[in-house]
Nanobody, 114 residues
Framework: QVQLVDSGGGLVQPGGSLRLSCVASGFSFSAYSMSWYRQAPGKERELVAY????????SYADSVKGRFTISRDNAKNTVYLQMNSLKPEDTAVYYC???????WGQGTQVTVSS
């Protein structure tokens, strides 16, 4: 069955960096576009970044443009989210998502605090 396993979260100081990973299994990963979402306490889940199945096109929420980079390695069935210049408002649980079929990872907590 389809499985998405998120990892890489943690506690980081403002201005720091983290790289999230999502390892996919149970489907032909290279045939599907992928996304990262996040949900902060008391807020709705929001789209952070999106990448097409080839990796040739990406898009970002305005709040993370220029700071976050989504990428993928189809040979490793993995999608990444490189997060730089982190801010306290980036604190949230981050989820990997496959739009076709509505599949979610379990989430990984990112906390940005001094």
């Amino acid at each position: 069955q389809v499985q998405l396993v998120d990892s890489g979260g943690g506690l980081v100081q403002p201005g720091g960096s983290l790289r999230l990973s999502c390892v996919a299994s149970g489907f032909s990963f290279s045939a599907y576009s992928m996304s990262w979402y996040r949900q902060a306490p008391g807020k709705e889940r929001e789209l952070v970044a999106y990448i097409t199945y080839t990796g040739g096109s990406t898009s970002y929420a305005d709040s993370v443009k220029g700071r976050f980079t989504i990428s993928r390695d189809n040979a490793k069935n993995t999608v990444y989210l490189q997060m730089n210049s982190l801010k306290p408002e980036d604190t949230a649980v981050y989820y990997c998502y496959r739009p076709n079929g509505d599949y979610w990872g379990q989430g990984t907590q990112v906390t940005v605090s001094s």
